[in-house]
């Protein structure tokens, strides 16, 4: 299992961000793709306390939010010490 997860939108440009972001950093992820998987969707939803919208980031089973709160952590250099608390596996390019 995978320290970081999103569920993402093959389509959203902030999914393809939070990807690219993650990848650029050589984090491992799992990308849940929710375009057209109602349960998937059902199950983001309940994981994340009710958020609709895409993406939305889990580090270490903790709901971080979207790609705004994962910019956000990276700024202030919050991210790195999040991803650190658990093995990072390059993510294949």
């Not at 950093?25 to 849940?32: A, H, L, Q, R, S």
């Not at 983001?44 to 910019?71: K, R, W, Y």
């Amino acid at each position: 299992m995978s320290l970081v997860t999103l569920y993402t939108k093959t389509y959203c440009a902030y999914s393809k961000r939070a990807k690219a972001l993650l990848s650029e950093k050589g984090v491992d992820f799992e990308d849940i793709d929710v375009t057209e998987d109602e349960v998937c969707f059902s199950e983001m939803v309940e994981q994340s306390g009710g958020c609709t919208t895409v993406p939305q980031i889990f580090i270490a089973g903790q709901h971080i939010g979207g790609c705004s709160e994962l910019m956000e952590l990276d700024e202030c250099g919050e991210l790195d010490a999040l991803l650190g608390t658990g093995d990072i596996v390059s993510h294949p390019s």
